[in-house]
C-alpha cells in the first residue's frame, strides 16, 4: 500500500506535473463550492 502510494506520489514530484496537479485541484474545489 505505501509503495503504491509512492508510486502514484513520485511523478508528481516533477514541477510540470505538480502545476498540472493544482490546476485540477483548484478546479475541483471550485466545483465543490458550486455545490455548496
Known amino acids: 500500500s505505501v ?3 509512492q508510486s ?3 511523478p508528481f514530484k516533477k514541477p510540470l ?3 498540472v496537479l493544482e490546476e ?3 478546479g475541483y474545489l ?3 463550492r458550486r455545490l455548496w
Open 3 to 5: 509503495i503504491l502510494s
Open 17 to 19: 506535473a505538480k502545476a
Open 8 to 10: 502514484y506520489i513520485f
Open 24 to 26: 485540477l485541484a483548484k
Open 30 to 32: 471550485e466545483a465543490h
